[in-house]
């Protein structure tokens, strides 16, 4: 309901961004992680976030999501904080480096557990669907502890995108998959990338994500350094030898 | 209303998961169930005890059984989240994490109590004490019913620590001694026939330990949880 009345608002003001981070601080044991981190991500973008290992990238998404705690600073999603508005979970889908699933339990039985979490309808169709969409429909009665990484991982996927969130936190989601199953992704990643969703994509190695990535955003030193549309590239020398170097 | 079965649906479903969980895997309840059988032989053999000794001492030795055998779901139940990170899946979605918490206790509570139901009767003839008693029923429940709501909130508190394994018994059984004093001693009570105002303080310190602990469960699992 907050968030219907926060949409018909934003059409007589500008409308705030879909993931807006402002001053962001986080220390692990001391060692300072994000350091006053500011950046807005607009409705509708594609933003491959990238950074050095121990950047802070899995950190920025998981504060993000509300599943840490930032020292200091605020994150909005689309224009209202996630504290005290448990609703707007239901807006994030995430996916980190983990699969967030029950072991002893099967593809099936883990989907359906989270569709009746989200409140889904027809939770069981949901699911199988969420499961034939990555080609899991041969194995999704075996227990998740048999499966190899990558169908893991392909599994993760579906339970992200499972309850059609309009912001997506992808943390490496191509770590383990295998040739076929990446380019599955790409294609996914296209049809998701329109108008009403936003998805940030922490990577690595993020030369794939650039051919259809609408934005970068370059994580350095627990601060953004610079954040570029894609077709500005050129324009930013620093960030450009940044991605040939992870090549 | 709508909000209410919103937070029952929660509850519901974190239960359900946990019991589906135990049934697919067997790793928790046959555990607690062995543990809890066992110290009930070894000390009937290793003490040899006359029958008025068995009086006073089985309700101790019920509770000790009780409680290591509780503390071993628990840490099960710890383990379960922690693997894969499940427990981020959880906090992810727009479920409210205090319902969370009342899932997790009653799935703890309900395999506890399994574990007293199967190992009442074992006592009973092993101690020769009726302990098929309504009245020690109600203080089996309220006695696990504090344990197990105490124990999911430090197995919350420690799931973030990297001395986890250690640190919930370490944290437990100081937190958890009112409780296991005043189970063992109404336990005491109605084995040697004391009347149930004799009792009183002993339940009503149960039934503050419950209401105590699951408040606090209520008011701080959500703080508890967020790293």
Known sequence: MQYNEAMTSAQTTPEPAAIAVQGLSKR???QPVLKDLTLEVTDGSLCVLVGSNGAGKTTLLRIIAS??????????LSGMTLKGNPALRRQIGYLGHQSLFYSDLNAVENLNHYARLYRLDYPSQRAAEAIASVNLVKHQHKPVRTYSRGMLQRLAIARALLHDPAILLLDEPYTGLDKDAALALDDRLRTLHRPGRTLLIAAH??????????HVAWLKEGRIAQHQPVNRLSETLNLQEYLRETV | MNGFSNYLHTLWQVFRKDLQVEWRGRQGLPVMLVFALLVVFLFNFALQLTPALQAGLASGLLWVALAFASTLGLNRSVSLERENNALDGLLLTPADRSAIFFGKTLSNLTFTTLVALVLLPVFSLFYQQNMLNPRLLLVVLLGLGAYTSLGTLLAALSIQTRTR??????????????????????????????????LQSWILLLVACNILFLAAGLLLFDTILEE
């Open chain 2, 165 to 198: 394994d250690v640190l919930l018994p370490v944290l437990l059984y100081p937190l958890a001694l009112p409780v296991l004093i005043a189970a063992v001693e109404a336990t005491r009570g109605i084995l040697g026939g004391q009347a149930w105002g004799e």
């Open chain 1, 205 to 214: 190695h993020p030369q794939r994500l650039l051919t259809f990535a609408s």
């Open chain 1, 67 to 76: 599943l840490v705690r930032p020292d200091s600073g605020a994150v909005t």
């Open chain 1, 28 to 30: 692990f044991n001391l």
